[in-house]
Structure formats: structure tokens, C-alpha cells
């Protein structure tokens, strides 16, 4: 099964407007962290949010917010105010068993997101 | 503070030859790791290195193999190329410390082979 799923190949948005992108996940591990990175076409991985499996409020970093549901474990990413250069692919990535140290990130397939004038 | 620096940003290799990719991490970061994005595939993890011990490895052949030295850098060496292995070959660094250290990533390799 995959354990980072982003069903959304696409999306367009008009400036200004919001957009969720979606990204559900499955893992059995108690202690797991989600991360959404933004990839421009020139190929650089830009963090943008974060949130861990035992953060009691979602998590919001300037435009950016989580809207985290672990019992349904879907993680969807929410831009406000969308801008031209938030034109991009979307990658939702979860780390599993943060208390082991280990650093590694499974992705999902990502998300094309095209913002319009 | 200088970012994750990959080098080289392009490459051309043809089957058979081996390869080597370099990486320095951002200041402090003593945790490297390696991915490998293609589109049919996506992003891949490749492996982590941290205090030049190898501490986590993905689901890739024996081709492919890395090191990081006292400094934190890192290399990535794939031998008897293939051209399923061109790819976009990233490198992320990170801090230790509390889990909620995001990895930072470089620009990326851009390997093809011919």
C-alpha cells in the first residue's frame, strides 16, 4: 500500500484565492512526522510546514496551514491568498519513528499546482 | 548561511561508467541523505548518512553506494550505469536535535545517461 497518497495530479487557482492540496497517509508507527515541500520547476525542494503525530493544534507558517485529520490520517496543505509564484509541484512527505533519529522522508506523488492571473 | 550545495549540477554519463556525486551540507548539519527522482518512479530515498556512519538505507541495488566524510560532506557513487538511472539525484541535510528538523535540500544533480 502507499504510504503517502496525493490524488490531485493537478490544480489551478486564481490569484488571491485558497486551495487545499491533499495528502492522506498510512503508517502504523505512533510517532510520525508530515512535511510539505514545494518544488519549483527549477528543481530545488523548499520546505514549507510541518506537523508531528502528537502536536495537539494544527500547524501554520505564514500563508501556509495544515489541516491535520489523524484519525482519517489526511494532512492537507492549505494556501491562502494564492500568488503566481506559488506555481509549483506540491510534495507531501511523512517520517516515521521520529524517536530513532532517523532522518528519512517517504513522498507522494505530488501535486501540480498553476496559479492563473 | 550557505545552503546545501550539490555538485556537479549536470552530468552526461553512458551505460556502463560510474559516476560520482558530491554534496556538502548546510553549516552544523551532520545528517545527509540521498534521493533519487525520476517521473515514473517520484522521489526515492537512497540512503542517510550521519557522523560517517551509514544509518539508513532504501530499497536500491548494491550499485549504489555513499560515504560521508569527518566534515559532513557526502558523495554518492553508482557504478556500471544504467539508463534507468538517469535521474535528478538530491541531497538533504538536516540538524539533529529535536524531530521536528525539516531536511533542507540542495539543487540537485541532473544525471542522464546516454
Known amino acids: 500500500a502507499q504510504k503517502i497518497t496525493q490524488t490531485q495530479p493537478g490544480m489551478f487557482v486564481q490569484e488571491k484565492e485558497a486551495v487545499t492540496l491533499d495528502c492522506t497517509y498510512d503508517t502504523s508507527d505512533p510517532s510520525y512526522g508530515l512535511f510539505w515541500y514545494k518544488q519549483p520547476s527549477s528543481g530545488e525542494m523548499i520546505f514549507l510546514i510541518y506537523?508531528?503525530?502528537?502536536?495537539?493544534q494544527n500547524a501554520t507558517e505564514g500563508r501556509y496551514s495544515l489541516n491535520f485529520q489523524k484519525a482519517r490520517k489526511s494532512a492537507n496543505l492549505v494556501i491562502s491568498a494564492s500568488q503566481l509564484g506559488d506555481s509549483a509541484m506540491y510534495f507531501c512527505a511523512m517520517r516515521e519513528g521520529l524517536d530513532t533519529g532517523r532522518r528519512a522522508l517517504t513522498f507522494g506523488s505530488g501535486t501540480r499546482l498553476q496559479v492563473q492571473p | 548561511k550557505a545552503g546545501v550545495t550539490q555538485t556537479p549540477r549536470y552530468l552526461i554519463k553512458t551505460r556502463g561508467q560510474q559516476v560520482t556525486l558530491s554534496c556538502s551540507p548546510i553549516?552544523?548539519?551532520?545528517?545527509v541523505s540521498w534521493y533519487q527522482q525520476t517521473p515514473g518512479q517520484g522521489l526515492q530515498f537512497l540512503f542517510e548518512y550521519f557522523s560517517e556512519t551509514q544509518r539508513n538505507k532504501g530499497n536500491f541495488p548494491g550499485r549504489f553506494s555513499g560515504r560521508q566524510f569527518s566534515n559532513s560532506r557526502s558523495e554518492m557513487n553508482v557504478s556500471t550505469l544504467e539508463l534507468g538511472d538517469s535521474a535528478l539525484y538530491l541531497c538533504?541535510?538536516?540538524?539533529?536535535?529535536?524531530?521536528?528538523?525539516?531536511?533542507?535540500f540542495g539543487d540537485g544533480t541532473r544525471l542522464s545517461i546516454l
Open positions: 553549516s552544523g548539519h551532520r545528517s
Open positions: 538533504a541535510s538536516s540538524l539533529e536535535g529535536t524531530y521536528n528538523q525539516p531536511q533542507h
Open positions: 506537523q508531528g503525530s502528537y502536536d495537539q
